[in-house]
């Protein structure tokens, strides 16, 4: 079992800045991709931001120079530094994680890990 575990959401106000962690544990061989999604009330789960084990990232249009995610690969973490937030991001924000499990032989097992979610809010 993989489990992620996300914190660091909280209130701000506009123009504010928070930063969001995650960590995934458990029998994990390698994760090939760990990312943010979030899903705000009457709205779609949408992708935030997202990086791979080649490092390459991925943001969503509407986050693109706000927002910065990072990946330490030796803990397994991520993080989401969310700079000039906005109202229109207040959401529940979940940690993804996407790879393979270890396993003692055989072919590894592929896990699509979630978190609980993290609720973030701004406002004045």
């Known amino acids: 079992q993989v489990q992620l575990v996300e914190s660091g959401g909280g209130l701000v106000q506009p123009g504010g800045s928070l930063r969001l962690s995650c960590a995934a544990s458990?029998?994990?061989?390698?994760?090939?991709?760990m990312g943010w999604y979030r899903q705000a009330p009457g709205k779609q789960r949408e992708l935030v931001a997202r990086?791979?084990?080649?490092?390459?990232?991925d943001y969503a249009d509407s986050v693109k120079g706000r927002f910065t995610i990072s990946r330490l690969n030796a803990q397994n973490t991520v993080s989401l530094q969310m700079n000039s937030l906005k109202p229109e991001d207040t959401a529940v924000y979940y940690c993804n994680a996407l790879g393979y499990t270890a396993q003692p032989i055989g072919v590894p097992k592929v896990f699509d890990a979630w978190g609980q979610g993290t609720q973030v809010t701004v406002s004045s």
């Open positions: 990086v791979t084990s080649g490092h390459s990232t």
């Open positions: 458990g029998s994990i061989f390698s994760i090939n991709a």
